[in-house]
């Protein structure tokens, strides 16, 4: 099991940029995917970034695609996100989660958010227009 704390969120302008932070706490995190998530007001959790345990390989959803970038310097045990180009619908808050070294393996998707066993308790990111 893994503790994860999220930072980094705040308010900014339409256009600006954030760097979101996730810090585990646990033996597993050098071996383990990671994930991130976001929820708005009203919506359901959604992916948008996954990141493989050793930062090889990574999958970001269309809607941040380009915008958004997922890096982890697993001997600080820490995954990053930065945001550029912010949009109004891109308020939310956002979750990072762990998985396991197989989350990404055939069968399974890194989108899927039943795949991660651990959760943070999210930071609000929110974007005025």
């Known amino acids: 099991q893994e503790q994860l704390v999220e930072s980094g969120g705040g308010l900014v302008q339409a256009g600006g940029s954030l760097r979101l932070s996730c810090v585990a706490s646990?033996?597993?995190?050098?071996?383990?995917?990671m994930g991130w998530f976001r929820q708005a007001p009203g919506k359901g959790r959604e992916f948008f970034a996954a990141?493989?345990?050793?930062?090889?390989?990574?999958l970001y959803a269309d809607s941040v695609k380009g915008r958004f970038t997922i890096s982890r310097d697993n001997a600080k045990n820490t995954v990053h996100l930065q945001m550029n180009s912010l949009k109004p619908e891109d308020t939310a808050v956002y979750y990072c989660?762990?998985?396991?070294?197989?989350?990404?393996?055939?069968?399974?998707?890194?989108?899927?958010?039943?795949?991660?066993?651990?959760w943070g308790q999210g930071t609000q990111v929110t974007v005025s227009s």
């Open positions: 989660a762990a998985g396991t070294s197989s989350t990404f393996t055939s069968g399974r998707s890194p989108a899927n958010a039943n795949e991660y066993a651990d």
């Open positions: 646990g033996r597993t995190f050098r071996s383990d995917d």
């Open positions: 990141i493989r345990w050793w930062g090889g390989v990574t």
